[in-house]
């Protein structure tokens, strides 16, 4: 009717074909999301907010002060 005995190769490639292409695609999607769960769970401490961070207060002896005491 159809001929399907003629195209049962190329029907059954071209099914296996999708087939692969939308697991690959499945894959590569759930690598993105878990990659990006990845960097939501980091919070405050990914690389994209560093430069929002707040400044530090560091224990460091202030530049007027590292040459030791003064002499008056």
Known sequence: ???LDHYA???LS???FTVVVLVGYALYLRSRLS???RRRSAGDYSGR?????APRV???QAASS???PSAS
């Open 14 to 16: 071209a099914l296996g």
């Open 58 to 60: 560091t224990t460091a």
């Open 49 to 53: 907010n560093v430069s929002a961070a």
């Open 66 to 68: 590292a040459n030791g």
């Open 9 to 11: 190769p190329f029907l």
């Open 1 to 3: 009717m159809l001929g």
């Open 35 to 37: 990659g990006l769960r």
